[in-house]
């Protein structure tokens, strides 16, 4: 970590954020789902999206930028037994989220599944939270979610897809789940947010531009990214040799989970602007609850699951290599090794929280770095 990291409690941040997110609007019970989200994300090691993201993504979308709503009208316009349509109305996406998994689960208990897909959402924080949902309620989780254009479809060099995560979360008989979760892009914007801020170039073959050719100044790719005149790459890379289609084809299946399933605006209508304007991303999203015990008995689910885990990291290493990890392993490890010291809070967003609490008037809170 840089000498100018402050590390400060998740306890700390999580009650400023929930504060900061009441001050703006958002009502107390949904301020503590969002900011929980957000530190969850950091207590899991996912630095792209925990606080990181708190004034960019959420703040300055909702004072500055109105293009979010503070107080969720989360509205379900079809239910059908084990499924249903919901409209978020732009209000605060993992609000949106939680209720959509909630729902989910619950119909997963009366059906076998459940699954609940949710248009006009904005921005609902990691993924694995809510894949992670239905592994504590003993279920197998999957979700999804599309975003604004990012991604360049195989052999073309035009930001189309969003990075568009495909997660699934399955109980184990371990102290964590397994959850894979991650873009269908070789990297996403908070990789790229968190690289800037480092002051780190990024590897060739991340980004290209207009020409397919490889970029990798972080600042000048953030910029390029919103201008359309750069893209980031699928899985597997550039072109097919590597599987790059595969990628590619991933990211498809969730836009058309994230947005035709449910008539919701997909690709070039997530931008965010409309005739040079800032308008709302209307993003979608998508949840699976499948109860376990429909299938097979959950405790002998779970053994055989981390059974098999447990297998794959006992295999063979590479040389040179002394650990083989499974998804969920590394975050859990993050989480221990952070549950005391808290979260690393670079210059960058020192500032930032430091900005929201002026411009909030929470002057009951002082940071460690102040």
């Known amino acids: 970590m840089a000498d100018d990291v402050c590390w ?25 789902v969002c900011a929980d989200v957000l530190v969850t ?14 004034k960019p993504f959420y703040y300055d979308r909702i004072v500055k930028d109105r293009v979010q709503q503070p107080v969720t009208q989360f509205e379900v316009v079809r239910d059908v037994l084990g499924t249903a349509v919901v409209d978020g109305h732009h209000g605060m996406g993992m609000v ?11 119909k997963a208990r009366l059906h076998g599944l459940g699954m609940v897909v949710a248009r006009n959402s904005t921005h609902y924080g990691i993924a694995g939270y809510y894949a992670k949902m239905a592994c504590e309620a003993g279920m197998i989780g999957l979700t999804g979610t599309n975003a604004r254009p990012s991604i360049a479809p195989t052999f073309g060099v035009e930001n189309m897809l969003g990075t568009n995560p495909l997660v699934f979360g399955f109980p184990t008989d371990e102290p964590f789940p397994f959850v ?17 801020r480092e002051g780190k170039a990024l590897p060739p073959g991340w980004v290209i531009d207009r020409e397919g050719r490889t970029q990798t100044d972080p600042t000048q790719v953030l910029k390029a990214l ?7 790459t699928p899985i597997g890379g550039i072109g097919e040799d590597g599987g790059g289609y595969k990628g590619y084809g991933f990211a ?19 931008s965010g602007f409309e005739d040079g304007h800032k308008v709302p991303y209307r993003l979608g999203h998508f949840f699976l609850a499948i109860d376990i015990q429909c299938f097979a008995d959950p405790a002998a689910f779970r053994k055989s699951t981390g059974d098999l885990l447990r ?24 989480w221990l090794d952070r549950k005391d010291k808290g979260a690393p809070v670079d210059r960058t967003l020192q500032k930032q929280l430091i900005q929201v609490r002026d411009e909030t008037g929470l002057k009951q809170y002082r940071f460690g770095f102040e």
């Open 8 to 32: 400060l409690k998740f306890e700390l941040l999580e009650r400023f954020m929930t504060d900061a997110f009441m001050a703006i609007g958002v009502p107390e019970a949904d301020a503590r």
């Open 41 to 54: 994300a950091d207590r899991r090691g996912i630095d792209s999206h925990g606080v990181g993201r708190f």
């Open 96 to 106: 949106i989220a939680k209720r959509c998994m909630d729902m989910a689960i619950a």
């Open 180 to 196: 894979n979760d991650y873009a269908t892009s070789v990297t996403q914007r908070g990789k790229i947010e968190l690289y800037e």
């Open 226 to 232: 919103v201008d359309g005149s750069a893209a980031l």
């Open 252 to 270: 498809t299946v969730v836009e058309v989970l994230s947005a035709t399933l449910q008539q919701g605006a997909f690709l070039k209508a997530l």
């Open 311 to 334: 297998q794959l990291r006992a295999s063979r290493k590479a040389p040179g290599q002394s650990r083989i990890y499974t998804c969920g392993e590394k975050e859990y490890l993050a």
